[in-house]
């Protein structure tokens, strides 16, 4: 059997979490007022050469990774920008990503699939002070205004009516962003795992096992349970595809009166790999609910046969039983990892504008290892 | 001895969610959602208060109890040593008296064992230890839902034992494997 390489991660990827090392010797993070925040804009579009003047800068509610705020934006801009979004890194966070990797894969979707779109990216922070994206404001909400629900879109009610109107658009979009040409996409901060090998399944466990060696303040054996398990079943990617690697309630909007989805975000986790994948997260029961039949929900909106059904008929693609399980496990490593590691090194060290937030979600972790175990489970009785 | 800690966070939260919270801009929405999770964290510490000791406690006795009933070594010698050294920590755990460390430097050497068995252990042996792992994974998955069960992301709560319950009743399902 040939050794693993366990440091093959996308180069991209492993030098934001070597530099955030070097970063959290800055110590505390104090969230930025609108003003610097106005100021901050005033620069980078000097420095862009964008003719035109942040008014009415304020902070948006959410985001427990990235700093959010929205601002109208008066000169010489297309309509579309007429109101804009900020979306900024903070010090720390509870992953950590690429705004440059988030402005390519959205210009990459752009009239594919609804997202907004960008005006400019400040990749370095040099005019922010923090690296950051704008883009064009879209209206909408992530779930019904009766919906209830707690942090970050989970757990909301999304209701038959609202459900019946959107399932069918979220699993197109689904189907549309695995379907982008990569050849030509310009995903120049992208690495390509070779199609026919295991690369794009043991990129994804290597970068999550080296954000615990790098961050991990407890232990936890289930996740070393978990990361054994995930090396010695790795599975062959056929045909690798874009991933959007947070496709889930809570990341779209939709419009309340029409119920035309409006926009899918937070693309920060979007990579190149296996359609597996981002099927598998959206079967996180975190993301969804039951009904009263006790039947998991994706979304909280259809069926996990629907999803598979549709999905096939859209695409050709066969989903494998065994590597969507595979990735089951991994979307279980993930998540448990961002929430041991990352999330509770920043609150600790207050480096994020959401402090309270991260270990407060730190919590979760007790849900997601139960789910992790029940996986685990189904390969080891 | 007194005012106890509880009260003393008891006596936080009613002035910040009384006085303090009400004061907050409504306009400032990320002042607005810190305040709601100020509050639910220190509801939960609150509710946690009375048994920190024990919770972590009946957390670290069941992973001793794990790491203690493992069965003997059978592979190569990196498993051998990894195996050797987790046993000389279980002995040296058991004698620190901050559990919550205690628990994090035993469990550390059960992952190092995990890890190595895994490159040399006998298929046999690796398969007993991951059992052992999984299962007492199980029992501290179920401990640490019900410890969390206040924060609203579990898929059950209804299910799941009260804190008194869990200490004050003698819930042995979450206790140990026994």
Redesign the interface.
């Known amino acids: 059997m040939p050794k693993i390489d366990r440091e093959a991660i996308e180069p991209r990827l492993a030098q934001l979490l070597y530099d955030k090392q070097e970063r959290r010797k800055l110590g505390p993070y104090i969230?930025r007022t609108a003003s610097e925040i106005e100021e901050g804009l005033q620069r980078l579009f000097a420095r862009q050469g964008i003719n035109a003047v942040p008014r009415n800068v304020?902070?948006?509610?959410?985001g427990a990774s990235k700093e959010q705020f929205a601002f109208d934006l008066e000169g010489d801009v297309r309509p579309e920008f007429s109101r804009c979004v900020l979306r900024m890194d903070p010090r720390e966070g509870i992953i950590e990503t690429c705004r440059k990797r988030e402005a390519q894969v959205l210009q990459a979707v752009y009239g594919k699939a609804p997202v907004p779109p960008i005006l400019c990216v400040d990749g370095d922070g040099a005019a922010m002070g923090q690296p950051a994206m704008i883009a064009g404001f879209i209206g909408g909400v992530t779930k019904p205004s009766a919906g209830g629900g707690?942090p970050s879109g989970?757990?909301a009610n999304m209701g038959a009516r609202v459900s019946e109107a959107l399932t069918p658009q979220f699993i197109d979009v689904f189907a549309k962003v695995h379907a982008v040409d990569l050849a030509t996409a310009r995903l120049d901060d992208f690495a390509m795992p070779r199609s026919g090998t295991t690369d794009a399944a043991l990129w994804q466990v290597n970068y999550w096992t080296k954000v615990r060696e790098l961050e991990e303040t407890?232990?936890?054996?289930?996740l070393?349970?978990a990361?054994?398990?995930l090396?010695?079943h790795l599975p062959v990617c056929e045909q690798p595809v874009l991933l959007h690697g947070d496709h889930r309630l809570g990341n779209f909007l939709f419009d309340e009166d029409s119920l035309e989805m409006t926009a899918v975000l937070d693309w920060e986790l979007a990579h190149i790999g296996d359609f597996h994948e981002d099927l598998a997260y959206d079967f996180e029961?975190?993301f969804g609910s039951?009904d009263a039949d006790g039947t998991f929900l994706v979304g909280s909106m259809f069926t996990t046969g629907h999803m598979i059904a549709t999905y096939e008929a859209l695409t050709g693609r066969t989903v494998d039983p065994k590597v969507l399980h595979w990735y089951k496990v991994m979307t279980s490593y993930k998540l448990i990892t961002m929430n041991h590691t990352s999330s509770i090194i920043a609150a600790r060290d207050g480096t994020n504008?959401?402090n309270?937030?991260l270990?407060?979600l730190a919590?979760?972790?007790?849900?997601l290892?139960?789910t992790?175990?029940d996986l685990?489970?189904e390969d080891?009785a | 001895m007194t005012p106890n800690p509880t009260i003393r966070l008891a006596s936080l939260l009613q002035t910040l969610e009384h006085v303090i919270f009400p004061a907050v801009d409504q306009k400032n929405s990320l002042a607005q959602e810190q305040c709601g999770l100020v509050l639910g964290q220190l509801r939960m510490l609150i509710q946690h208060m009375p048994y920190f000791g024990e919770y972590h406690g009946m957390c670290f006795a069941d992973l001793a109890e794990t790491v203690g009933q493992l069965p003997a070594h059978a592979g190569g010698e990196q498993s051998a040593a990894a195996a050797e050294a987790l046993s000389a920590t279980l002995g040296e755990a058991k004698g620190i008296n901050d559990v919550l460390a205690a628990y994090h430097l035993l469990g550390r050497a059960l992952e190092h064992l995990m890890r190595l068995a895994a490159e040399d252990g006998e298929p046999a042996y690796r398969r007993a230890v991951d059992s052992a792992v999984l299962a007492f994974s199980k029992r501290q998955s179920l401990r640490a839902r019900s410890w969390f069960k206040e924060a609203g992301f579990d898929h059950a709560p209804e299910t799941l034992p009260t804190l008194a319950e869990m200490f004050g009743h003698g819930f042995v399902n979450l206790s140990s494997g026994g």
């Open positions: 969230p304020h902070r948006m509610g959410g707690g989970l757990k407890d232990s936890l054996p289930l070393t349970l990361e054994t398990w090396y010695d029961p975190l039951r504008h959401q309270a937030l270990a407060f919590a979760v972790t007790a849900e290892s139960s992790m175990c685990l489970s080891m």
